[in-house]
T-cell receptor
């Protein structure tokens, strides 16, 4: 079984809809992250959390919100989706000071 | 702030050696990661350098010079499956602990 899972894997939605992307991990890591990736670009950090009570904005948090429901779960919401939020979204986990482990990604298309 | 530069694309021949460079200008430094990402897939960890010098791991090696703000990833005995994007990520020495990613270098290995 995968250590970091994301649901859904693919989603097509319309402008203005509320969307939630979910991430679960079985690695027991305290740190979790949400990134988006656009074609030809690297990973840009949206939000990150170092434990259940800790939520921090990344470099591109506008238009997004998150919830850390438990150590193992970190959800990303788009309150009112817009076309320029079309991207590949990755969740990741890590221990302090170590490499990140990524989920398989969610491909989101906003029409 | 953080600024990380990598070449956008590189091409090499199967069986050859290729060096992918990464230069960085960051407000702090506490290590540099290299990740491999095949098209449409999640990034996977390759190496981590925190001290100057060369780290070797099979066909892949990574070098760091902190004084020059420079790292490279060396891939030997190239195989077709090495065609992928290679992402450089810098970890700052602040308590924030999150990494900043470069835009990645897309490597194409030709027969």
């Amino acid at each position: 079984d995968a250590d970091v899972t994301q649901t859904p894997r693919n989603r097509i939605t319309k402008t203005g809809k509320r969307i939630m992307l979910e991430c679960s991990q079985t690695k027991g890591h305290d740190r979790m992250y949400w990134y988006r990736q656009d074609p030809g670009l690297g990973l840009r950090l949206i939000y990150y959390s170092f434990d259940v009570k800790d939520i921090n904005k990344g470099e591109i948090s506008d238009g997004y919100s998150v919830s850390r429901q438990a150590q193992a779960k970190f959800s990303l919401s788009l309150e009112s989706a817009i076309p320029n939020q079309t991207a590949l979204y990755f969740c990741a986990t890590s221990e302090e000071g170590t490499e990140q482990f990524f989920g398989p990604g969610t491909r989101l298309t906003v029409l | 702030g953080q600024n990380i530069d990598q070449p956008t694309e590189m091409t090499a021949t199967e069986g050859a050696i290729v060096q992918i460079n990464c230069t960085y200008q960051t407000s702090g430094f506490n290590g540099l990661f290299w990740y491999q990402q095949h098209a449409g897939e999640a990034p996977t960890f390759l190496s981590y350098n925190v001290l100057d010098g060369l780290e070797e791991k099979g066909r892949f090696s990574s070098f760091l010079s902190r004084s020059k703000g420079y790292s490279y990833l060396l891939l030997k005995e190239l195989q077709m499956k090495d065609s992928a994007s290679y992402l450089c990520a810098v970890r700052p020495n602040t308590n924030a602990g999150k990494s900043t990613f470069g835009d990645g270098t897309t490597l194409t290995v030709k027969p």
